[in-house]
């Protein structure tokens, strides 16, 4: 079993960046591919960004593609996800999750592909 637990969101103003970090603990974190999603209240939960095993591959919605940059360092056993030019929509609870699998080039933008999830962190943005 692994447990995440994401850090690193914080009150900010539009334009600002923060970074998360999702650091894992359990187990390895190179045979899970990873993923980052968020909550705003009164909202489904949606998909942030994915990031392979390998990290060799990544995917983004188009609503923050060329602002957010997930990437991960299996050595230390964390995800990142670096979050530019923020905008108050971005305000949400962000989640990173693992879901496991045995192909270095696979990522996944669905929630029900991912078995684990951290408690979530808080990022407002502030116009």
């Known amino acids: 079993q692994v447990q995440l637990v994401e850090s690193g969101g914080g009150l900010v103003q539009a334009g600002d960046s923060l970074r998360l970090s999702c650091a894992a603990s359990?187990?390895?974190?190179?045979?899970?591919?990873m993923g980052w999603f968020r909550q705003a209240p009164g909202k489904d939960r949606e998909f942030v960004g994915a990031?392979?095993?390998?990290?060799?591959?990544?995917s983004y919605p188009d609503s923050v593609k060329g602002r957010f940059t997930i990437s991960r360092d299996n050595a230390k056993n964390t995800v990142y996800l670096q979050m530019n030019s923020l905008k108050p929509e971005d305000t949400a609870v962000y989640y990173c999750?693992?879901?496991?699998?045995?192909?270095?080039?696979?990522?996944?933008?669905?929630?029900?592909?991912?078995?684990?999830w951290g408690q979530g962190t808080q990022v407002t943005v502030s116009s």
């Open positions: 359990g187990r390895t974190l190179s045979i899970y591919a």
């Open positions: 999750a693992a879901g496991f699998t045995t192909d270095n080039s696979i990522y996944y933008r669905t929630i029900p592909a991912y078995q684990h």
């Open positions: 990031i392979s095993r390998s990290g060799g591959m990544t």
